[in-house]
T-cell receptor
Framework: KNEVEQSPQNLTAQEGEFITINCSYS?????LHWLQQHPGGGIVSLFM???GKKKHGRLIATINIQEKHSSLHITASHPRDSAVYIC?????????????FGKGITLSVRP | NAGVTQTPKFQVLKTGQSMTLQCAQD?????MSWYRQDPGMGLRLIHY???????DQGEVPNGYNVSRSTTEDFPLRLLSAAPSQTSVYFC?????????FGPGTRLLVL
């Protein structure tokens, strides 16, 4: 079974700071997902990566397949970025692939 | 599109009671799944379905049943609720490896 580890466990930042959240996994994967969960809210898919880098607004996700590691960067952080960020991996391709999830990182951005 | 919907949003049960958590999606996705989310743990897969009439067990299936009679609906049944089933339950559907999650059902078993 793939072991998905996220670091740091909890993170507090000041508004405007550059934030990096890390994810590592133990077994080769087909794709890695970054998800966001606001307090009391549902879960939203941010990125799905199989290689390289993706950018959406102030969010950037990168993956290094050889090192089994991914990072999620938030530029110019804002209090509305406060949420739990979850990393998940799928080991086989396609929409039917089961996901293994990390425990999530709780990010708090102070104004 | 409503996306993925779940009902109820919150439920309190007594030990031994049974209930069904409803999940529906209007995106014509073949793959649907149920997860539970507990404090300090990642989301864990309970059951999943790759299409109408096909279901399979995930990581933590004990105490739960599912069926998939239509593409749209994927209900999760608790046969005899136990306090260990107190959790937040999320239903999801997927297309092209993108997951769409429902808003969740918070279940408390006393």
């Amino acid at each position: 079974k793939n072991e998905v580890e996220q670091s740091p466990q909890n993170l507090t930042a000041q508004e405007g700071e550059f934030i990096t959240i890390n994810c590592s996994y133990s077994v080769g994967i087909s794709a890695l997902h970054w998800l966001q969960q606001h307090p009391g809210g549902g879960i939203v898919s941010l990125f799905m990566l199989s290689s390289g880098k993706k950018k959406h607004g102030r969010l950037i996700a990168t993956i290094n397949i050889q090192e089994k590691h991914s990072s999620l960067h938030i530029t110019a952080s804002h209090p509305r970025d406060s949420a739990v960020y979850i990393c998940a991996v799928s080991e086989s391709p396609g929409a039917n692939s089961k996901l293994t999830f990390g425990k999530g990182i709780t990010l708090s951005v102070r104004p | 599109n409503a996306g993925v919907t779940q009902t109820p949003k919150f439920q309190v049960l007594k030990t031994g009671q049974s209930m069904t958590l409803q999940c529906a999606q209007d995106m014509n996705h073949e793959y649907m799944s149920w997860y539970r989310q507990d404090p300090g743990m990642g989301l864990r897969l309970i059951h999943y379905s790759v299409g109408a009439g096909i279901t399979d067990q995930g990581e933590v299936p004990n105490g739960y049943n599912v069926s998939r009679s239509t593409t749209e609906d994927f209900p999760l049944r608790l046969l005899s609720a136990a306090p260990s089933q107190t959790s937040v339950y999320f239903c999801a559907s997927s297309r092209a490896e993108t997951q769409y999650f429902g808003p969740g059902t918070r279940l408390l078993v006393l």
